[in-house]
């Protein structure tokens, strides 16, 4: 899906490889076509793999009403976590730049880029996390979910130093290549430092957050989110609208989501942990 993102940008943008010139209005296609095409590579790569016979898999079987709604009670709770996620931050951005000034806005923007490099492996192993852990409850062995968590933990701080800090340590290489504006280098360093503790912090809580789903518990993992996302909302306004804070200040707001998302991860771990104790 990247390769052939990258090149029918190239080719729809620029009107290149025989295509007509679209601007950027050949991003978005080009991104569309990119998934499409990722889709079909998914559905033959699942057709021919052994694993289709060694389970039985049909993907023409039966229609069960009871495995759909199944399906549907653990799916959506997290489909809408995903939209409480991106909303959150479409909100701060969106205070930002009516409520302060366009430097602001671009050293937000500066920002946002380290978030995303640093997402890859909080992503990572907090997919890591569920596979393990429902495999774990799966298996009969929900005793080993502390350990494996320990370990996916200190794995996904190791990753975090490796990929972000290139940015923290030599922001001077690094910011400029997103914004080569020595004013919007200044205050971005600054954020950066001011963030990176609440980076650093995610690559634990990634881990307590995703065991809550991965014990099936999507209703849960999804009122935690929303939860934080809105204390997220109410700290973002506070500081940017009503205390007008200056945009290094602004970004501590970042403790406070996962702050809010850890805590609550952890005491509804610990609240089930003791449930299990019981049984």
């Known amino acids: 899906m990247a390769v052939s993102n990258i090149i029918l940008d190239y080719a729809m943008i620029f009107g290149k490889l025989g295509f007509t010139e679209m601007?950027?209005?050949?991003?978005?296609?080009?991104?569309?076509?990119?998934?499409?095409?990722?889709?079909?590579f998914l559905v033959i790569?699942?057709?021919?793999?052994?694993?289709?016979?060694?389970?039985?898999?049909?993907?023409?079987?039966?229609?069960?009403?009871?495995?759909?709604?199944?399906?549907?009670?653990?799916?959506v709770p997290l489909m809408f976590q995903g939209f409480f996620a991106l909303f959150g931050w479409l909100i701060f951005f969106t205070l930002?730049?009516?409520?302060?000034?366009?430097?602001?806005?671009?050293?937000?923007?500066?920002?946002?880029?380290?978030?995303?490099?640093?997402?890859?492996p909080t992503f990572g192993f907090g997919a890591t996390t569920r596979?393990?852990?429902?495999?774990?409850?799966?298996?009969?062995?929900?005793h080993l979910i502390k350990n494996i968590q320990r370990k996916?933990?200190?794995?996904?701080?190791?990753?975090?130093?490796?990929?972000?800090?290139?940015?923290?340590?030599?922001?001077?290489?690094?910011?400029?290549?997103?914004?080569?504006?020595?004013l919007i280098y200044e205050d971005s360093k600054h954020v950066l430092w001011v963030v990176t503790g609440s980076i650093l912090l995610f690559s634990f809580i990634t881990v307590w957050f995703n065991s809550v789903a991965a014990l099936g518990k999507s209703n849960i993992s999804f009122l935690i989110e929303g939860t934080s996302i809105f204390i997220y909302l109410v700290?973002?306004?506070?500081?940017?609208?009503v205390l007008e804070w200056n945009i290094t200040a602004v970004w501590t707001v970042e403790y406070i989501y996962f702050?809010?998302?850890?805590?609550?991860?952890?005491?509804?771990?610990?609240?089930?942990r003791r449930n299990l104790s019981r049984l």
């Open 23 to 40: 601007g950027m209005v050949g991003a978005p296609l080009a991104s569309s076509v990119s998934e499409l095409l990722a889709f079909i």
């Open 45 to 75: 790569a699942v057709y021919f793999s052994k694993e289709i016979k060694e389970f039985g898999i049909s993907f023409f079987s039966k229609f069960n009403y009871r495995e759909i709604v199944e399906l549907v009670k653990l799916g």
């Open 96 to 120: 930002i730049e009516r409520e302060m000034t366009p430097h602001d806005l671009k050293v937000s923007s500066v920002i946002r880029s380290v978030y995303f490099i640093a997402f890859i």
């Open 131 to 142: 596979t393990y852990v429902s495999n774990l409850i799966g298996q009969g062995k929900p």
């Open 152 to 182: 996916i933990m200190l794995l996904s701080f190791l990753f975090i130093v490796l990929f972000c800090h290139a940015p923290v340590f030599f922001p001077h290489y690094f910011i400029p290549m997103i914004n080569p504006d020595p």
């Open 235 to 241: 700290a973002c306004y506070l500081f940017i609208v």
């Open 259 to 272: 702050g809010a998302i850890g805590l609550m991860s952890y005491f509804y771990l610990q609240k089930y």
